[in-house]
């Protein structure tokens, strides 16, 4: 792949994750455990859970931007170390988003051929969290479609090098 390509690709996902962390940031900073259980009395330990993955979710994004940032200013542009980072995002940040190690939530990999949003909780979630997963959903879809090519190039040149 081209160094202007990668590049617009860095830029791109640079701007999904300024997206995405605004929108984390602003909803946890908002949101406490106590406002959750008023909205929906339920289960808090699960509730924790969420916002624990959320909040780790903010942290990668947050570490993505950052090297989205630093790659971007360096001349040359290192094409080598971009594409690390867009592997890197695309494990940390989007797979996270669809499938947390911590099983906050899952996806319905049918859901996407129904056009519904394929994110499903475990169980019952406020509708503050239903509408926020809801709301990223799609970036992180049109993003992960986007960096899937990353998941393999990246495993072959590594594989390769050995």
Known sequence: MGNSLV?????DVGGFLTSTIGTLENYLNE???SQM???LSGDSSYYRLILSNLRKLLVFCEEGLDACSVIL???PFQ???AEKTLYRIFHQCIEEFFSPKNDA?????????TGRNSIKFYKSVPESIQK???GLEGEFQRVREELEYYETD????MIQSK
């Open 154 to 157: 990246y495993r072959t040149k």
């Open 73 to 75: 200013q360096s001349e």
């Open 79 to 81: 094409k080598p170390t």
């Open 31 to 33: 949101t406490t455990l």
């Open 105 to 113: 939530w899952f996806e319905d990999s049918r859901s996407a051929y």
């Open 37 to 39: 259980e008023q909205e």
């Open 132 to 134: 926020l997963v809801k």
């Open 7 to 11: 590049k617009t690709q860095l830029k």
